[in-house]
């Protein structure tokens, strides 16, 4: 097993679990899941999925060296270039995703099969939708309810209701939740008229209640319920699945503007200035060279230069901490067909962090992997300013997420975004000045550009990454 390295979140499932060796990825097919794996594949199921988009592909591939007694197969499936977890979606990237997770029961249905977990964690966001890559989760229909109903609901139907109906920043709890929002904390926090519509009542308020009172009615509870299940059949149960995903399309979030969600339509930029910095950042990007493999676009807002860059990217992870400004731009780029953009909800001051057993099983945004490029355009001035993070201390965060180059803009006291930051609160930021800046950058970033941006007094900075800190 020399340089096999089993991946941390791979340990619930008995049948198969992810390794990487030597940068690639691979799935072991354990033995116990020989009989299930072969109907699958045999079935043609899996070719359907994959025709479909619907589940990334996979090939089988010996590895002579890895021996293991519970080893029946080992594939490696395609490569996805950045993982995202539910907390960072959006409300129609979560939506999508649900949706895709019915439509491959429906059609699991179809061949005689069943989706055995629905967690919201199997799906992952590749080439502009969402897929899943739990080759693995499948198993032969037997008469009887659909087995991962209720974690359907506590991973996607009980987020995306309280998002619609009471907040959308309670989509977050499912950080806290790593199995699911319990369906009775949801049953709570929904308003009184969701008890109203019958799908919420019969999927998350009756739903909870069940539970709770099966849950508590012990062996006897657990019988009952048992003999209920039994008399759905498999029409009931693609009855039932159609109809939860009529309910899941039919769901529209409608949010109040946010501060940054029509961003560019109230910024300081004249058309002049904008014009300008998108040349500038346009010929950074050109002087890099090489078509870039991974750019992160940090405070991207409505993602409007990270189509820019994915002019010179082969993908673009547009991360922004307002969840309607990702929105925007999650819906645009659906519409358009991009395939290289995928817009994420990040808020840098408080960023997804390492949660689950030993506090590994899902890694955090920083943990998460390194970007060949980070473009940082009118951000650093809202976490120095407005959530009092050092110069020094945002440069050695951006360092530690780049291998390459970052293209950063440096916004001075002088610009009116800045004075109205400053206008409700002291000015406690004696080393917030160009010269601060560029003093931060030592033993981080060498300056390969520095530009001023056209009729405005901010300046733009394409810098190179050191290799170590001094």
């Not at 003999?227 to 039932?240: P, T, V």
């Not at 159609?242 to 004249?270: H, P, R």
């Not at 960023?351 to 943990?367: D, K, L």
């Not at 406690?428 to 300056?447: K, S």
Request: with cysteine.
């Amino acid at each position: 097993m020399h340089g096999i390295e089993v991946h941390r979140a791979s340990f619930r499932d008995n049948s198969g679990f992810i390794f990487s060796k030597q940068g690639s990825l691979y799935r072991q097919v354990n033995s116990s899941y020989k009989k299930e794996f072969d109907a699958y594949i045999d079935s043609g199921l899996h070719q359907a999925l994959v025709d479909k988009g619907y589940i990334v592909d996979h090939e089988e591939v010996s590895l002579d060296e890895y021996y293991r007694e519970n080893v029946y197969k080992v594939i490696k499936p395609v490569f996805i270039p950045y993982l995202t977890y539910p907390y960072e979606w959006s409300f129609s990237q979560l939506q999508d995703a649900a949706k895709l997770t019915l439509d491959i029961q429906l059609l699991a249905l179809d061949f005689g099969f069943t989706l055995k977990d629905a967690s919201a964690f199997n799906i992952q966001f590749y080439q502009g939708r969402p897929v899943l890559i739990d080759t693995l989760s499948f198993t032969q229909y037997r008469q009887g309810p659909w087995v991962a109903y209720r974690q359907f609901c506590q991973h996607f139907l009980a987020p995306l209701l309280l998002k619609k109906y009471c907040d959308h920043r309670l989509g977050r709890m499912a950080e806290l939740y790593i199995d699911g929002i319990p369906l009775d904390l949801a049953s709570r926090l929904l308003p009184l008229r969701t008890w109203f519509s019958f799908n919420a009542l019969s999927h998350i308020h009756l739903h909870a209640k069940m539970q709770s009172h099966y849950g508590a009615s012990g062996v006897g509870g657990s019988q009952r319920m048992e003999q209920m299940s039994s008399k759905m059949d498999i029409s009931k149960l693609g009855a039932l699945i159609s109809n939860l995903k009529s309910y899941v399309e039919g769901l529209l979030w409608s949010s109040a503007n946010t501060e940054w969600g029509n961003y560019y339509a109230s910024t300081n930029y004249s058309q002049a200035s904008m014009q300008g910095k998108q040349d500038l950042i346009e010929g950074y990007l050109k002087q890099i060279g090489t078509p870039i493999s991974l750019l992160a676009d940090l405070g991207a807002n409505n993602g409007h230069f990270s189509r820019l860059a994915s002019q010179y990217s082969q993908r673009v992870v547009s991360f922004d901490f307002d969840e309607l400004a990702v929105e925007q731009n999650y819906l645009q780029a659906r519409a358009e067909g991009d395939t290289k953009i995928l817009p994420l909800v990040l808020d840098l001051i408080n960023p997804s962090p390492s949660i689950g057993w030993g506090n590994e099983e899902r890694n955090s945004f920083v943990s998460r992997g390194k970007f060949d490029v980070i473009i940082a355009l009118a951000l650093i001035h809202h976490l120095a300013i407005s959530n009092n993070v050092p110069l020094n201390k945002i440069i050695r965060l951006l360092h530690k997420l780049v291998t390459d180059c970052l293209i950063i803009e440096f916004i001075p006291k002088s610009d009116s975004q800045v004075e109205h930051l400053l206008s409700t609160r002291e000015d406690i930021f004696p080393d917030y000045h160009e010269q601060g800046f560029e003093l931060a950058l030592q033993g981080c970033f060498t300056i390969a550009s520095k530009d001023q941006v056209p009729h405005s007094n901010r300046t733009l900075y394409c810098l190179k990454r050191e290799s170590r800190l001094s």
